[in-house]
Every structure is written in C-alpha cells, then in structure tokens.
C-alpha cells in the first residue's frame, strides 16, 4: 500500500488514519445533510467503510476477514465490503438472506446459529442446498442434532466456550458466558463425533466486544486455547475463527487499538497451525464511519445541570441506554463556549439519555452530532412510543444518497390487524 510516492508517512497515514474522530467530519457538510433529509438522520460514509477495511485487512494480511455484519446490514454497507473483497458473519437467517443478497457468495457467507429458532435452521440449510459453500455454525449439541434432523451434512464449524471474556459492560462479554458455545474441555469429544455426520471445517470462538489495547491479555488467552484445542483434535480444519470485538475509541483521548500488536499476538498462538486463520470484525469496519445527527428542542436550566433535549432517543441509538455507551457529542452549531450539559431525548423512560457532556453554547435549533454511531446504531433502533425509524443517508466524497427512507407512522402500524373485539 505503502508503494505510491506519497509526499510524506505523514500525509499517506492521514489518508487512512487509525481512527477517525467527530471533530474530523465536516461540519458543513453535515450540517447541509440534516438540512436536506430532516433529523434524526444516521449519516454513513462508505468511503470511511473501504478504508477501515483496508487497513484491517492489511494487518492480518493472511485472513480471511468476515465482517459481522449485526454491526450494520445496510444494503449500502454489505456492499461495499463486499466489493472490497470482504466475506461476512451473520447471525441469524435474515442476516444471511440480507448478505446474499447484497453479492456475497456462500464460500463467503458464514452463519452463527446461537440458540437458533427453528425456523432459521430450516433456512440456512435451503441457503446451504442452493449454495453449498455456506458454512453454519453452532454452538450446541442441540444445534448440531437439529441439523441432522434436517438431512444437513454440509459444511460445520463449532462454536467454542473459550471460557474468557473481554468488553467495555458485562453484556457485551460473550466468551465466559455459558450462552456462547461448547463448553471447552468438551469440544474436542464434540468436534470428532460430528465429524461422522458433517464436514468439519472448523472451530471459531468469539470473546466479546471491546478488545482493546489493556485487555490484549485475554486476546492472547483465547487464541492460545484455540490453538491448543486445534493441536489437540486429529481432524484437518481448514480454519480457525477466533472471532471479532477489536475496540474503537468512543472518546476523544482514547487511542486507536494497536492492530499489530493484536496481529503478532494472533500470530504467536496460531502461526504453526495448517489451517487459515478467520477473524470477525464490526464494530471496527463501520463504527466511525457514522454520525448520528440530531437536533435541539430544549434547553432546560434546573438546579444541578443544564438539560438539552434532542430528537433522538433510546429508539434511535440505544447503547447508551443499553450499555451506558458512551459517544462522544459535538455541537456543529456553535463554538462558543462549553457547559455542562445532559443530553436527554423523547422517549418517557428515564435510560433514554445520552449522558453528561460538555456542550458548545447550547441554543435551541442547535444541531448536534454523535459520534462512533456507524456501528449498533441503526441497526438497534426500534419504534418504541410509536416513533418511525429515522433515515439512513450514505456518502462517499460528494455524493450522497438515501440508503434507507424515513420511516412514516405507517410503517409503524404495518404489521397490525384489525381485531374490533369492542
Ligand atoms: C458480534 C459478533 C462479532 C463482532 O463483534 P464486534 O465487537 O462488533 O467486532 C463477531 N463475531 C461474532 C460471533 C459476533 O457475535
């Protein structure tokens, strides 16, 4: 990448920087979206999406990369990944159905059956018939038996328990929780009797989200039991997955995660094996390619702080509700001078706020953008208290289109059926 004559490291680097903060985007710019499309709006830049993808791919230049598509299935994204070369994680039936049809092809496309509800069995292996390549993994005995039932002999990949967890809150640590997979010391038994009834193709196991520069420790962990369990089995694998949560930087003086340290470290626990490593990242790919641009409508002095209400809710970005996510906020309106400040939005329940800030000169009319909300942004958003889903506009240097509508009430009421039992 590195072999055009860029004037400078420096000027290369800023081409496709580690991290991409709320204060690198164009205020002006997004200020015109909002203008254009009306807030809440969720803006996406594409651009931002290949160049993430571009640098992940290049530190784990002997991946695969399966981009866990949860993070954001926008048509627009799945897309764009796709074309950068990109295969894809999903986890759930529709997820693999979205990823199908956005161009990916079955020896791309793998599937995660967690607890999976029969009716996204009976999908993946009608996907599987027609493109015999897709990959399904599971994480249960149960699982397993249920695709046999279903006449599966395809391609299978076990879910281990790896029996660490790393992530930023307790519900986003998968790799401890008795949820995810196999328990570990029973995996090997799993994988050899399975092996009767399936291709085996390999073993995956996920730790949860928010590995970051601290916890490379439990990454070192959970790749050095994989790599055992893969010594220990005698089925040839053709790959080992050791899953996703490479952490970005929610506020503005975290760094940027150190992607070769966590490539060396992968590599020191799994660079002997004969099997392709397989690695799943999200958040990392389309985290800071998306602002969440929502607008001011109050501006409420109380005794203890200022309260500023905004158009966007819990409904519209729910981590921090959540989780108690923090994302940074930045008023594109104004650089006057900074006050304390919570962020509330319109939804009556007491989670729906997007935490304390510190906020330039608050007016009402004011624009605000959060940051870091390219990831479980929209994707999470629900029409609680009867409100649509906000648009979803993409763009990719000047131009700029309309990914997904605003929701109307409409669609709000889309599904319902008229009982009049009065
Ligand atoms: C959610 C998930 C990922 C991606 O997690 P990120 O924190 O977004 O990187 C990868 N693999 C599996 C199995 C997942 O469930």
Known sequence: MSETSAPSDEAHENDNPDVRRLADWSGERLESLAEEH????????????????????????????????????SRAVLETLESEGSSVE???????????????????????????????????????????????????????????????????????????????????????????????????????????????????????????????????ELVSRMGELARSIDLPLEFVDVGGGFGVPYRPDESPL?????AAATHDALGDLDATLVVEPGRYLVADAGVLLTGVNTVKETPEITVLGVDAGMTTLARPALYDAYHHVRNLSSDGPEIETTIAGPICESSDTFGEHRIADPQRGNLLAIGNAGAYGYEMASQYNSRPRPAVVVVHGERSAVAHRRETLADVTAAEEEVNWR
């Open 38 to 73: 009306g807030t809440p709006l969720y803006v996406t830049d594409l651009g931002r999406v290949r160049e993430n993808y571009r640098r992940f791919a290049s530190a784990f230049p002997n991946a695969d990369v399966h981009y866990a598509a949860k993070a954001n299935t």
């Open 90 to 220: 999903c986890a759930s039936a529709g997820e693999t159905e979205r990823a199908f049809a956005a161009g990916f092809d079955g020896e791309r496309v793998h599937y995660t059956a967690v607890n999976p509800p029969a009716e996204d069995l009976d999908r993946a292996v009608e996907l599987a018939d027609e493109n015999s390549c897709l990959t399904i993994t599971v994480g249960a005995q149960d699982t397993i038996d249920r695709l046999a039932e279903r006449g599966y002999d395809g391609r299978l990949c076990l879910r281990v328990n790896p029996g660490v967890g790393a992530g930023h809150h307790e519900k986003v640590r998968t790799g401890a929780d008795a949820k995810f997979g196999v328990p570990y010391d029973r995996a090997a038994e799993l994988l050899e009797s399975a092996a009767d009834d399936f291709d085996v193709v390999g073993i995956h196991a996920h730790a949860g989200s928010g590995i970051s520069g601290d916890d490379l420790s439990n990454h070192r």
């Open 258 to 262: 150190d992607l070769d340290s966590v």
